[in-house]
């Protein structure tokens, strides 16, 4: 099991730039796939971007493709999102997750058993 703690989330006018990380506690962390998701009012939590456990390997959705770049740090236990040309329609709680047993990452919110608090991004038009 990894506990997860989001941060970096804030307000930003549209076009403007943010960077998450997602802090990691648990020996797991640097043996399985990390997500990140966005969960806004009333809607199902979607996937924004994935990594695999070595960072070898990352996917996107595509309405962030060529802006949001996923890495993680195994050192320091860390995954991280930097957000760039952000848009108001992005507005929502930015939640990281953690696979169990699985070195890869899927744009699957069901496949990830563990979950951080989540950070609050809003942008601004």
């Known amino acids: 099991q990894v506990q997860l703690v989001e941060s970096g989330g804030g307000l930003v006018q549209a076009g403007g730039s943010l960077k998450l990380s997602c802090a990691a506690a648990?020996?797991?962390?640097?043996?399985?796939?990390m997500g990140w998701f966005r969960q806004a009012p009333g809607k199902e939590r979607e996937f924004v971007a994935g990594?695999?456990?070595?960072?070898?390997?990352?996917g996107y959705a595509d309405s962030v493709k060529g802006r949001l770049t996923i890495s993680r740090d195994n050192a320091k236990n860390t995954v991280y999102l930097q957000m760039n040309s952000l848009q108001p329609e992005e507005t929502a709680v930015y939640y990281c997750?953690?696979?169990?047993?699985?070195?890869?990452?899927?744009?699957?919110?069901?496949?990830?058993?563990?979950w951080g608090q989540g950070t609050q991004i809003t942008v601004s038009s």
């Open positions: 997750g953690a696979r169990r047993l699985a070195a890869g990452y899927t744009s699957l919110p069901s496949l990830y058993g563990d």
């Open positions: 648990g020996r797991t962390f640097s043996s399985v796939g």
């Open positions: 990594i695999n456990w070595s960072g070898g390997s990352t």
